[in-house]
């Protein structure tokens, strides 16, 4: 692999206490923020409360009349629509998501007949009408929680076994840390959370372990290698680091560009989950050097680790 950065000798250890704190300052803010805003609830998509989605398909250009059909829809009183492009811009399809749930076609129907009168000479087709209930809502709403604390203890089984109890423990920590950093720009700009973020946050749980893992076999190697006679336990995790840091940058910049493509080309659709993603692989790299490694240097300090 290309090494752009040999020989580096950056001290990553000696600022985690200031990284600890900027990480406690983000999420501590960002939840007075949502409790500010909404009373302490963040705002979920109708994935998991409930609502309509309708899906239409226009023959001519709409991508600059968002707004205008926001506030058609928005007079229909069913709350704060939601209303994105989704696609190819040039396809002209729009999604419009309202938080309305009633019997039948009703509220899909007013949408529609609301959007007709508004644009008389723009004809569209109804791709798609969805109702989503309330206890479908909160199924789904369950079911996303469930797989986060199973894909968690998942994980810690893993790692645990693959290196051992210290390493197991230090790695699944800062996993909820990545997880509540990549939803503090949701709480803080109120953007919804939906299933395709929770997507996303299973995502950044893969991405961060498989970074940690990286600079722990790397310093489980040293400690095997005995490079504990040179180094205290502080010294030999900063030099692991290091030796990794050219494969760290690498690895993020890939997941970066890949990540852009879908951000820029992918959609409305996909910006929240391209939103999550870029959050997430900053905290996943971070978490792993400021958290992870300090919680394993905490923990050495309490009992030494020798393998």
Request: charged residues 15%; aromatic residues 10%.
């Amino acid at each position: 692999m290309v090494e752009f950065l040999k020989n580096s000798n950056f001290n990553f250890i000696g600022a985690r206490k200031w990284a600890i704190m900027v990480s406690i300052t983000v999420i501590v803010a960002s939840l007075l923020v949502m409790v500010v805003r909404n009373h302490g609830k963040p705002n979920l998509s109708i994935d998991f409360t409930g609502g309509t989605v309708v899906q239409l398909k226009f023959q001519k250009q709409v991508q600059h009349e968002l707004g205008k059909i926001r506030g058609i829809v928005a007079d229909l009183k069913y709350g704060s629509p939601e209303v994105k492009t989704v696609g190819p811009v040039s396809h002209n399809e729009i999604q419009i998501t309202v938080k309305k749930v009633a019997e039948g076609t009703f509220v899909g129907d007013n949408i529609r007949d609301a959007i007709q009168k508004g644009y008389p000479d723009n004809a569209f087709e109804v791709r798609r009408q969805e109702l989503v209930g309330p206890k479908i809502g909160s199924e789904l709403k369950t079911d996303a929680l469930i797989a986060m604390i199973l894909a968690l203890i998942a994980l810690l089984i893993y790692v645990g076994f693959r290196f051992s109890p210290p390493f197991g423990v230090a790695a699944i920590i800062p996993l909820f840390h990545d997880v509540l950093i990549a939803l503090c720009p949701f709480l803080v700009f109120n953007i919804e959370i939906s299933l395709s973020t929770v997507a996303a946050l299973l995502t950044i749980v893969g991405f961060s372990i498989n970074d940690t893992i990286v600079i722990f076999d790397r310093i489980r190697e040293n400690l095997r290698g005995g490079g504990l006679r040179q180094k205290n336990f502080e010294q030999l995790a900063n030099w692991s680091i290091n030796l990794t840091l050219s494969r760290t940058i690498i690895t993020s910049l890939t997941v970066f560009f890949g990540v852009s493509v879908l951000y820029f080309f992918g959609g409305e659709s996909l910006k929240d989950f391209t939103l999550a993603m870029f959050v997430g692989t900053i905290s996943g790299v971070y978490s792993t050097i400021y958290i992870a490694c300090p919680i394993l240097i905490w923990w050495n300090n309490k009992q030494p680790i020798t393998k």
